[in-house]
């Protein structure tokens, strides 16, 4: 069964720091990861989507990095400002049947 | 168009009533899903319908039922809840079988069971 774990499960940081959130899953056979954004008491908003074939995704200061063969992902995010403050979800798309399975989440606060 | 549109955002209900969430999209996806999601932790999936047909049910007890009327609407009717029950619910759609397959969601109803 595949499990996706993230790292940190919350940080905190001063603005205009770079930083990186960790994703990890147990089965390389994906169809795709997706990161998403989430504020408190909302949807899910789509940030960036690596296919499997594909190595990285980059959306303004976002960059998205996949290694499937050693289950992991990482989300860099540079100059941080206090507006990205959100807990941060990645979920992979298996490679059978239509079941998104998310990690847990990292809660990032940025400071002014 | 490039929203899902879930209603109602908040509901307060009674342990006996009967109550419906409401899932509409327009981008032509032919998956749809209900996720529950508690206070400080991820989704967890509830349901999927892909093409109009109940794929995936999640273990969910009995007193949650759901309905895709057509390929756009997606229903979720709610009856003799618990208070455990009382969570964020999101309402998704993707396009199945795209190979850049993306989920996208709705903002979500609150509910609350009193």
């Known amino acids: 069964k595949q499990e996706v774990t993230q790292i940190p499960a919350a940080l905190s940081v001063p603005e205009g720091e770079n930083l990186v959130l960790n994703c990890s899953f147990t089965?390389?056979?994906?169809?795709?990861l997706q990161w998403f954004r989430q504020d408190p008491g909302k949807g899910l908003t789509s940030l960036l989507l690596?296919?499997?074939?594909?190595r990285e995704q980059t959306s303004g200061r976002l960059n998205a990095s996949l290694d499937k063969s050693s289950g992991r992902s990482t989300l860099y995010i540079a100059a941080s400002q206090p507006g990205d403050s959100a807990t941060y979800l990645c979920?992979?798309?298996?490679?059978?049947?239509?079941?998104?399975?998310f990690g847990p989440g990292t809660r990032l606060s940025v400071l002014p | 168009d490039t929203e899902v549109t879930q209603t109602p955002k908040h509901l307060v209900m009674g342990m006996t009533n009967k109550k419906s969430l409401k899932c509409e999209q327009h981008?032509?996806?032919?998956?749809m899903y209900w996720y529950k999601q508690k206070a400080k932790k991820p989704p967890e999936l509830m349901f999927v319908?892909?093409?109009?047909?109940?794929?995936i049910n999640e273990s969910v007890p009995s007193r949650f039922s759901p309905e895709c009327p057509n390929s756009s609407l997606l229903n979720l009717h709610l009856h003799a809840l618990q208070p455990e029950d009382s969570a964020l619910y999101l309402c998704?759609?993707?396009?199945?079988?795209?190979?850049?397959?993306?989920?996208?969601f709705g903002s979500g109803t609150q509910l609350s069971v009193l």
């Open positions: 319908y892909s093409y109009e047909k109940l794929s």
């Open positions: 979920a992979v798309k298996e490679d059978y049947g239509q079941n998104f399975v």
């Open positions: 981008m032509g996806h032919r998956a």
């Open positions: 089965d390389s056979a994906i169809y795709n």
């Open positions: 690596i296919q499997s074939s594909q």
């Open positions: 998704a759609s993707s396009h199945p079988g795209a190979s850049n397959e993306k989920l996208f």
